[in-house]
């Protein structure tokens, strides 16, 4: 598996439709297989009332409806943020080989999201394989942030 950046391109585009169009936080993801798109999608916390309708849990829903299977081995996992302590998990148990973030748990923080917080009390990450999780292009997927620091917002 290598590093694909229209993937993460795809991701931003999510999140920018996403904070656009008022359905959450700046978070997009899209899943990946064989080098072709499954699915995409981006946070819709707000727009759902469903505080776990993050981007990478509406994403691998629709991949694994797509697939019709609940086992995304051989898929990867491309998302603007490193995934919260609830995504990680939901990644996790779908089996996903790898994943590409953008933005840092650190990042998420400095616009209100506790996700480092909720990973620290879960026991951070420590025991996760070495090249599970990436970051990759940083800076793009930070130009959303700016973007959703600048408007009128709803932190969760």
């Known amino acids: 598996m290598t590093y ?26 899209v899943v990946v297989k064989d080098g072709e798109v499954v699915a995409s999608s981006h946070n819709q916390v707000l727009s759902s009332n469903d505080s776990t309708c993050h981007g990478e849990i509406a994403a691998i829903r629709k991949a694994e409806q797509a697939l019709g299977t609940y086992d995304l081995s051989e898929c990867e996992l491309y998302t603007t943020g490193e995934p919260c302590p609830m995504c990680l998990a939901a990644i996790l148990w779908a089996n996903i080989d790898k994943v590409y973030y953008g933005r840092t748990l650190a990042d998420n923080a400095r616009v209100g999201f506790r996700d480092a917080k909720i990973d620290e009390m879960l026991g951070g990450r420590n025991n996760l394989p070495a090249d599970f999780m990436e970051e990759k292009d940083r800076e793009l997927c930070l130009e959303l942030f700016d973007k959703y620091n600048k408007m009128d917002k709803t932190i969760y």
Do not use: T
């Open 4 to 29: 694909q950046k229209h993937f993460m391109e795809i991701a931003v585009a999510e999140a920018r439709e996403g904070i656009e169009k008022g359905h959450g936080g700046p978070f997009g993801a």
